[in-house]
């Protein structure tokens, strides 16, 4: 975790669990991640992540392929 100028802003572990799922369907590029590796590259529970995703999904930032149900940015 990144600090500037000390501790870590508290109040922030949503905020930083949301970045923290960003950075890892940005390196899944386009062909996206399947939500077991988004659980397991971040260490989140599965219902943690699923709510991240999706809310992610409803601000338009994450897709989900409907085939494959990988998630991609």
């Not at 988004?38 to 994450?62: C, D, K, N, Q, S």
């Amino acid at each position: 975790m990144r600090k500037i100028g000390g501790e870590p802003r508290k109040g922030a572990q949503s905020l930083r669990r949301a970045l923290a799922v960003l950075r890892v369907l940005a390196a899944g590029l386009e062909t996206g991640l399947p939500l077991s590796e988004v659980v397991a590259a971040t260490g989140l529970t599965r219902p943690t992540a699923h709510r991240i995703v999706h809310v992610l999904m409803e601000e338009g930032i994450v897709e989900r392929n409907a085939r494959s149900k990988r998630f991609a940015i």
